[in-house]
């Protein structure tokens, strides 16, 4: 379904998979979904490139893979995005004021989208709980010979500077290129919230915690 499917039409791709070339009527006596309903969604699975029709001497319909339909739809995707951000209007990011992100997803994608506009340095504060989803993203600016500096517990990253210390489980601090800052708890839950800003007082305020706790873990020899 998170790849475009209704749930009656995933029901019946799914017993395509498990049934092999078939028959709307097979489908339906499957499933117990009305013949009418299974066509409707049979065609749809069609368009959708999730199936194909083949002609014999009763009208069969055959599940494309499920490894190449979810291939084939992000490849779609990825050309609707391009055509899309070609036509969409360019939105000017204010650095003033402060925004409440809720629930954990919303502050998931915003974390990587922070990540992918980093073009200079990055200070993080995190578990290595957390910070393992973004490995990838981490890798890639490190690569990149962008400067990032994490302060975690288990975390490590070759290329990065790594400050080991205890932090709060669900705690999260990330500071882009000395602009921008997100900051708050996140446990994955719809009630997760965080503060995202390009308010200079408060960027200044975290980055100067950040130095105070880096100072702190060198003297204590961390």
């Known amino acids: 379904m998170a790849f475009g499917l209704s749930r009656q039409e995933a029901v019946i791709y799914v017993e395509l998979i498990k049934l092999g070339d078939s028959t709307g009527y097979e489908i339906s006596k499957v499933t117990g979904i009305s013949r009418s309903n299974v066509y409707s969604s049979l065609s749809e699975l069609v368009n959708k ?133 997100l900051t708050g708890g996140i446990s994955g839950t719809d009630e997760d919230n965080c503060l995202y800003s390009g308010q200079s007082h408060l960027v200044d305020i975290m980055k100067e915690s950040l130095k105070n706790k880096i100072t702190l873990i060198e003297q204590k020899g961390e």
């Open 49 to 181: 490139g999730a199936c194909y029709v083949k002609q014999e001497e009763a009208l069969k319909y055959t599940a494309v893979q499920p490894e190449g339909f979810l291939d084939n739809t992000i490849e779609d995707l990825k050309k609707k995005k391009t055509e899309i951000l070609k036509k969409i209007p360019s939105r000017i990011e204010s650095s003033e004021g402060y925004i409440t992100i809720k629930g954990f997803r919303n502050i998931r994608n915003k974390i990587f989208t922070m990540l992918e506009k980093v073009e200079k340095r990055l200070y993080v504060m995190a578990s290595g709980n957390i910070l393992k989803e973004y490995d990838e993203k981490l890798k890639l600016l490190v690569n990149e010979k962008k400067k990032v500096v994490i302060i975690s517990d288990t975390y490590e990253l070759k290329g990065a500077v790594i400050y080991k210390t205890q932090v709060n489980e669900n705690q999260i601090r990330f500071i882009t290129d000395s602009a921008y800052v």
